[in-house]
């Protein structure tokens, strides 16, 4: 390393003094939170009534159907088989040709959102099966219909556990998206990684792990909290 090179490293700083960091971490921090909560907006949104299609259509469900069940079951589970950095690389020409250009951090929201979908889908058809049968079949005993006796008994009972379920999303999405800035979709992954590794800078590599730990553990208290607030049996 020559001496100019040495200057330079130390005019920077380090830790919270190192401007490297200070004037990246902000816009790296929106461009991870715009990614997570778009694509977890989406899978949410998609993956509800997937997840309830496949419990409607179990051979217990409201309206069973057994091809279709199985249908519904193979597709929820290869989309969840598909390894998140060959889904990133799938669906590079989608997300140009939807966005424009793969960089940036709306450039990875794509892949994301579709990983997202089959796994919200899963967990949250595991939160409606928990629902205590005895209510479904109150329901059906007052005459309600299948659509009533699905989103207001059902997804009503099933809520603290799709708050959760929707929590275990929103983390796992976070941990997703800094693959996603490994390849140019911005966010703490490209920092981490363009600044922290290959420049070898370990206080920005250090300090974006722990604001990412503080992230998720952030997330999950607000997600424990929903749940208690929407949870009635406790």
Same mark, same amino acid.
């Given at each position: 390393?020559?001496?100019?090179?040495?200057?330079?490293?130390?005019?920077?700083?380090?830790?919270?003094?190192?401007?490297?960091?200070?004037?990246?971490?902000?816009?790296?921090?929106?461009?991870?939170?715009?990614? #997570?909560?778009?694509?977890?907006?989406?899978?949410?949104?998609?993956?509800?009534?997937?997840?309830?299609?496949?419990?409607?259509?179990?051979? %217990?469900?409201?309206?069973?159907?057994?091809?279709?069940?199985?249908?519904?079951?193979?597709?929820?589970?290869?989309?969840?088989?598909?390894?998140?950095?060959?889904?990133?690389?799938?669906?590079?020409? *989608?997300?140009?040709?939807?966005?424009?250009?793969?960089?940036?951090?709306?450039?990875?929201?794509?892949?994301?959102?579709?990983?997202?979908?089959?796994?919200?889908?899963?967990?949250? %058809?595991?939160?409606?099966?928990?629902?205590?049968?005895?209510?479904? %079949?109150?329901?059906?005993?007052?005459?309600?219909?299948?659509?009533?006796?699905?989103?207001?008994?059902? #997804?009503?009972?099933?809520?603290?556990?799709? #708050?959760?379920?929707?929590?275990?999303? *929103?983390?796992?999405?976070?941990?997703?998206?800094?693959?996603?800035?490994?390849?140019?979709?911005?966010?703490?992954?490209?920092?981490?990684?363009?600044?922290?590794?290959?420049?070898?800078?370990?206080?920005? *590599?250090?300090?974006?792990?722990?604001?990412?730990?503080?992230?998720?553990?952030?997330?999950?208290?607000?997600?424990?909290?929903? #749940?208690?607030?929407?949870?009635?049996?406790?």
């Amino acid at each position: 390393m020559t001496a100019a090179s040495v200057l330079a490293v130390i005019d920077r700083g380090s830790y919270l003094n190192n401007t490297d960091f200070t004037s990246r971490i902000w816009e790296a921090l929106g461009g991870t939170l715009g990614q #997570v909560a778009i694509s977890c907006l989406v899978g949410v949104i998609v993956g509800l009534p997937l997840g309830l299609a496949v419990w409607l259509t179990a051979p %217990e469900g409201l309206r069973p159907g057994r091809i279709f069940n199985r249908a519904l079951n193979l597709v929820v589970d290869l989309g969840r088989a598909i390894p998140f950095i060959v889904l990133m690389l799938l669906l590079i020409s *989608f997300t140009r040709w939807l966005l424009g250009s793969t960089v940036g951090w709306q450039g990875g929201i794509p892949a994301l959102a579709i990983g997202c979908i089959p796994f919200y889908a899963r967990l949250a %058809e595991n939160a409606i099966r928990q629902v205590p049968v005895g209510k479904i %079949e109150a329901a059906q005993m007052a005459g309600a219909s299948r659509w009533q006796i699905t989103w207001s008994v059902a #997804v009503r009972e099933a809520l603290p556990g799709l #708050v959760a379920a929707a929590t275990v999303t *929103f983390i796992t999405l976070i941990g997703y998206s800094m693959i996603t800035g490994t390849i140019g979709a911005g966010g703490l992954g490209d920092l981490v990684y363009n600044w922290g590794y290959t420049r070898n800078m370990p206080d920005i *590599f250090v300090m974006v792990v722990v604001i990412v730990l503080a992230l998720v553990e952030a997330v999950q208290l607000l997600g424990d909290l929903a #749940v208690r607030k929407l949870d009635h049996s406790r």
